[in-house]
């Protein structure tokens, strides 16, 4: 082998490799990890930071909740989550009402730590409720399309009893029931996977883990919203067809 | 005087009247005939529920409709529509990375 045809082949694979890392979608990827901030050195300074870092977490908290009590449905782990959300609140002020209250300096940085490790609001908290929802969001879409699937079925049995072809029409709205039933396994999965993730408190092990499941659960997410315009792509089919029936 | 003669002026005499009868009846006659022919005004007609389903054969639709209703299906698909957008808006939120590094 020459070395230019080394050189050739070198080249091809790192603009495959380019190209794969490229193909991987933005979901798909765990993205980068938290860098925890250092504490400041003056305690008083620490006590300050601290207080923003909770109120700003205490606000990111309300905003999730909102987004959880406006879902307009529910994949099951509503609740759940809405009373992690609770007990973060409540952690967060306590812990907050500690650091105000310390005069250790050792101490007062651990506690501040712990605003971060203890709770990953933005890091997991945040991401999971958005898959929560992101759950709920298309379990409702499946209920409205399901509904509209029951009345195309009824409409094709009706042209089908007046002697029309229903065939085409038939085959869209079986694969409609598949896709549905897919699009719930898939979002279902996304909602239950990720609901019950607890804050890594520093291990890095977890935190790994963690976001990976928060990745597939984006994955899962975006396989059923696919699953959802497949079903919404075969309604229109069937719809289609019947209102183009000849008889058989 | 043969009696034939004598008869004809009474044969003229009733043949004339019988034409001025006629005349003086032909306008009421008219009116009766026309009246007879004239089309019928607000006439309702009275079918039975199902009839239609039952005489009309389904090849017998008229071009451009559909044999079976689908009106609402359209408007049901709309509905799902909006929801669609909204579950891509929810989808879409969840790819979103922490805005925030430090936590």
């Keep these: ?248 | 005087m043969e009696p034939s003669r004598a008869l004809r002026p009474l044969g003229v005499a009733a043949a004339a009247a019988v034409l001025l009868t006629g005349a003086a009846c032909n306008g009421p006659l008219a009116k009766r005939a026309a009246n007879t022919h004239a089309p019928a005004t607000a006439v309702t007609t009275v079918v039975p529920a199902g009839a239609a389903s039952t005489t009309a054969p389904p090849t017998a639709q008229p071009s451009g409709t559909a044999p079976v209703r689908t009106d609402d299906l359209d408007a049901g698909l709309q509905q799902a529509d909006t929801q669609l957008s909204q579950t891509g808006g929810a989808v879409s939120d969840a790819d979103q990375n922490p805005q925030q590094n430090s936590d």
């Design chain 1, 1 to 248: 082998m020459t070395f230019t045809t080394r050189f050739k082949a070198g080249a091809a694979a790192i603009v495959a490799a380019g190209a794969l890392a490229v193909a991987v979608p933005a979901y798909a990827q765990t993205g980068p990890s938290p860098t925890d901030p250092p504490a400041p050195t003056r305690l008083t300074d620490l006590k300050a930071r601290a207080d923003q870092a909770v109120k700003d977490r205490l606000t990111q908290i309300d905003a999730l909740t909102g987004r959880l009590n406006g879902a307009g449905a529910d994949c099951g782990q509503n609740a759940d989550v809405t009373g992690q959300l609770a007990n973060d609140r409540t952690g967060l002020q306590q812990l907050d009402a500690t650091i105000q209250a310390e005069s250790d300096g050792k101490k007062a940085v651990a506690e501040y730590r712990q605003i971060f490790t203890d709770f990953r609001i933005y890091w997991l908290q945040t991401p999971k409720t958005h898959e929560v929802v992101g759950c709920d969001r298309e379990r409702k879409a499946d209920t409205t399309l399901s509904a509209l699937k029951q009345k195309i079925q009824s409409r094709v049995d009706e042209a089908k009893a007046k002697g029309y072809d229903v065939s085409a029409a038939q085959a869209a709205v079986d694969d409609m029931g598949a896709k549905l039933t897919d699009a719930t396994t898939r979002a279902d999965h996304a909602s239950s996977l990720v609901a019950d993730l607890r804050p890594d408190k520093g291990d890095n092990s977890v935190l790994t883990s963690n976001l990976a499941a928060l990745s597939t659960g984006r994955q899962d997410l975006h396989a059923g919203l696919t699953d959802l315009q497949g079903a919404r792509h075969d309604a229109r089919t069937a719809i289609d067809d019947l209102k183009s029936l000849h008889k058989g």
